[in-house]
């Protein structure tokens, strides 16, 4: 399937896998739209990719405002949402406020901003969200971040029946250099990165770019729906 001229819309598009997957489509001549919280960091992103495309604020917790977007984009062909904040701590340590909040932005936005979405989406469209490998392999403080992943996971597989024939589906990166771990000390990240990729399959943790490929092989393939795609390196193995 061409992307040429199809509309992509990007929630989460100004950093980080978003903003390489905004890029990612824009190299496949597809007409892309992102959409943030921060109007600072549309601006940058406007600007890095160097290309016309659209850009809206949007707190995607709030159905009144992902509801505003979509009338503003109108029709368009496929969604992907990179957005979504987790939450880290053990079980017996994590404040029952912070996991919530962490459900507010991680799943209830997807769930949010996919029923905005949808009646705008034109015939053949794809939506393709975003879990993570804790869901599948949780290290000790994850599970927060595990029960997330997996109720992402599982509202995917419902939704590609729910509404059929738009494919839907998850792609669920394991560790990732992006500006997420940007607060730590470069020594300290990069010596985080070097020890878990010494211990993956590939030799190293991946680049914002090698999962951003996935999300346009999910909208270009026409006969993958209510998959999970695991881009983790082989994380899940080790």
Aim: glycine share 10%; charged share 20%; no cysteine.
């Amino acid at each position: 399937m061409s992307l040429k001229g199809k509309r992509v819309v990007v929630v989460g598009g100004t950093s980080g896998i978003g903003l390489s997957t905004a890029r990612a489509f824009l190299g496949e001549s597809a007409q892309v739209i992102i959409a943030s919280r921060s109007a600072a960091k549309l601006s940058e992103a406007k600007q890095a990719l160097a290309d016309n495309v659209e850009t809206y604020e949007l707190d995607f917790r709030s159905e009144e405002k992902a509801a505003d977007l979509f009338n503003q984009i109108g029709k368009f062909d496929h969604l992907v949402i990179t957005a979504g904040e987790g939450a880290m701590g053990l079980f017996s340590d994590l404040p029952v406020v912070n996991a919530k909040e962490a459900f507010d932005s991680k799943f209830w936005g997807q769930y949010i901003t996919v029923r905005a979405a949808v009646p705008h989406l034109n015939k053949g469209g794809s939506i393709t969200l975003t879990s993570g490998v804790y869901g599948v392999r949780p290290p000790k403080g994850a599970t927060t971040l595990a029960a997330i992943n997996s109720a992402i996971e599982g509202l995917v597989r419902g939704l590609a029946v729910d509404l059929s024939p738009t494919r839907v589906n998850v792609v669920s990166p394991g560790i990732v250099d992006t500006p997420m771990y940007a607060g730590m000390p470069e020594e300290q990240r990069q010596a985080m990165y070097a020890g878990i990729g010494e211990q993956l399959p590939v030799g190293r943790v991946a680049k914002s770019e090698d999962i951003a490929q996935t999300y346009v092989y999910l909208a270009k393939s026409e006969f993958t729906t209510g998959s999970v795609v695991l881009i983790d390196g082989g994380a899940h193995l080790v």
